[in-house]
């Protein structure tokens, strides 16, 4: 195994999250139909959208990645629920550019309670829990039972629901698997069997369901990732389909960046997005991946 070639799609799996919800927010809530006829193909990092973004800025989606990655950074395993969302409790509190309805009930349980882990939920099948579970990859690369119990115990601070589980672990498993060998065949694989079990994320023929549901989301990345062959055909793919557009987007960038790498990302959009959110993934990145959990 060629770690530098690993250390490569770690960072590209961080920065390609990043990147993908940048550009997607910009979109989030349109059509297909109606990107086209106001952007052709939206493909550079241009801000507005509905939250009036400057460029290269980036959603919930890449802070609650952020605040998740700082909680694992804070303390050995086995990590402390109450730690990751006493850092969320602090990314609510900063008066973030959006916060999903699921994550700030949930968040709001936790401060009136205490309760570190939401009820279970027929309301909670929303992809908030899937779209900042990153950090969980990168703290557990080298120890993979570690992954799917920190996985569950982020998620459920706000999200409580077995589609929601399985979708993020899926994403996890073939987030990791990209990571460490790069190889889009095997991470295919890995998710027709998964299918096979849980037929209801079935992404061939791709549905055509762009909603912050799960499975639709699930669905829309896994045909955007396996019916492109490189980063940026990737992202704009799943971008352009518009609805939850920079959830979308942002896995479709994790997952395109864990299987090509942060050399594959163009530069183009790296000198464009948000100088800040650069340096903190990247420095994350970094940080979780010398964690011992992490190293191979």
């Known amino acids: 195994m060629d770690l530098n070639k690993v250390r490569d799609r770690a960072l590209g799996a961080y920065v390609g999250l990043a990147i993908g919800d940048a550009l997607g927010a910009t979109v989030e809530f349109m059509t297909a139909s109606e990107i086209a006829a106001t952007h052709g193909i939206h493909r550079e990092l241009t801000g507005g959208g509905w939250l009036h973004l400057p460029p290269g800025q980036v959603t919930d989606d890449t802070q609650m990645a952020l605040a ?68 969980c990859v990168l703290a ?44 889009s065949a095997t991470a295919l694989h890995l998710a027709h069997e998964f299918v096979g079990t849980h037929p209801e994320f079935r992404f061939r023929p791709w549905p055509r369901r762009t909603t912050g549901y799960i499975v639709d989301t699930v669905q829309t990345v896994l045909d955007a990732v396996f019916n492109t062959d490189n980063f940026e055909d990737c992202v704009v793919t799943a971008v352009n389909r518009g609805g939850d557009a920079d959830t979308i987007g942002a896995l479709a960038g994790q997952l395109a960046g864990a299987l090509y790498g942060a050399s594959a990302i163009p530069l183009r959009w790296l000198r464009k997005l948000d100088p800040l959110v650069l340096r903190s993934v990247e420095q994350q990145a970094r940080s979780l991946l010398a964690l011992p959990s992490a190293r191979m």
């Not at 700030?104 to 939920?121: I, K, M």
């Not at 909670?124 to 779209?131: I, R, V």
Request: net charge negative; aromatic share 4%; charged share 20%.
């Open 140 to 183: 557990t690369l080298g120890e993979p039972d570690l992954l799917e119990i920190t996985c569950l115990k982020q998620a459920h601070i706000t999200h409580n629901h077995p589609f929601s589980d399985s979708g993020m672990l899926l994403l996890a498993t073939l987030t990791r698997r990209g990571i460490l060998d790069g190889d």
């Open 68 to 135: 998740l990655g700082r909680a694992l950074l804070s303390h050995p395993p086995p990590w402390s629920a109450t730690r990751i969302a006493d850092e969320f409790i602090n990314w609510m509190h900063s008066h973030p550019p959006d916060i999903g309805q699921t994550v700030r009930r949930g968040l709001r349980r936790y401060l009136l309670t205490g309760a570190v882990e939401a009820p279970p939920s027929e309301a909670d099948g929303g992809n908030g829990a899937a779209m900042r579970h990153l950090p």
